[in-house]
């Protein structure tokens, strides 16, 4: 694996086993220290940052009601609401600190094809402090943004999820449970 800085950014380049159809994966901030505060309700203490993306794109973080999600910001501003809290898990929720996009070059510009988020989840309500960590996959098209994998905890899960991202486009959305 080698690594390159693309427009600020830093890109790791998998070997061609691990990467499909050429593509790359590329890293951006999640912590809400490292995001831009847009709201915060002082009574309920939910909120929404703004974190970085790439190729124009932006993420949205939610923390409503002790569950986080994403919403995808497109170049134009067109938001794609991922719905984790639905999609992945009802349980209380915190995000890991980075999102893994996966690009493609096309004409010497990086152009977004999916997008993991480990998503950590409190399911068992007898003990609330142990997580499930899931990888959420989504796609990213003009058609359709939205969750179509969800990768329980295993091993080589990191690798299911890249695998799950490089054939996200053709793959249908994830119904709420």
Same mark, same amino acid.
Request: positive net charge.
């Given at each position: /694996?080698?690594?390159?800085? !693309?427009? $600020?950014?830093?890109?790791?380049? !998998?070997?061609?086993?691990? #990467?499909?159809?050429?593509? @790359?994966?590329?890293?951006?901030?999640?912590?809400?220290? %490292?995001?831009?505060?847009?709201?915060?309700? %002082? +009574?309920?203490?939910?909120?929404?940052?703004?974190?970085? $993306? &790439?190729? $124009?794109? *932006?993420?949205?973080?939610?923390?409503?009601?002790? *569950?986080?999600?994403?919403?995808? &910001?497109?170049?134009?501003?067109?938001?794609?609401?991922? +719905?984790?809290?639905?999609?992945?898990?009802?349980? !209380?929720?915190?995000?890991? =600190? %980075?999102?893994?996009? *996966?690009?493609?070059?096309?004409?010497?510009?990086?152009?977004?094809?999916?997008?993991?988020? *480990?998503?950590?989840?409190? @399911?068992? =309500? +007898?003990?609330?402090?142990?997580?499930?960590?899931?990888?959420?996959?989504?796609?990213?098209?003009? #058609?359709?943004?939205?969750?179509?994998?969800?990768?329980?905890?295993? =091993?080589? /899960?990191?690798?299911?999820?890249? +695998?799950?991202?490089? #054939?996200?486009?053709?793959?249908?959305?994830?119904?709420?449970?």
């Amino acid at each position: /694996m080698k690594s390159i800085r !693309f427009a $600020g950014l830093l890109v790791l380049l !998998f070997p061609l086993s691990l #990467a499909a159809a050429g593509l @790359e994966s590329v890293y951006t901030e999640l912590d809400p220290k %490292k995001c831009k505060t847009l709201s915060v309700d %002082k +009574e309920t203490g939910d909120s929404e940052q703004q974190c970085p $993306g &790439v190729a $124009g794109y *932006r993420l949205k973080v939610s923390d409503g009601d002790l *569950r986080q999600s994403v919403t995808v &910001v497109d170049p134009q501003g067109k938001e794609h609401p991922l +719905e984790y809290w639905s999609v992945i898990s009802g349980g !209380f929720s915190t995000l890991g =600190p %980075k999102a893994e996009w *996966r690009v493609e070059q096309q004409g010497g510009k990086l152009v977004p094809k999916a997008l993991i988020v *480990r998503v950590n989840a409190s @399911e068992n =309500p +007898e003990d609330p402090n142990k997580k499930t960590s899931y990888l959420a996959v989504a796609k990213i098209a003009p #058609a359709k943004t939205c969750v179509t994998a969800k990768i329980p905890p295993g =091993p080589k /899960m990191n690798e299911l999820a890249r +695998e799950a991202a490089d #054939a996200a486009q053709g793959q249908p959305c994830l119904q709420p449970k």
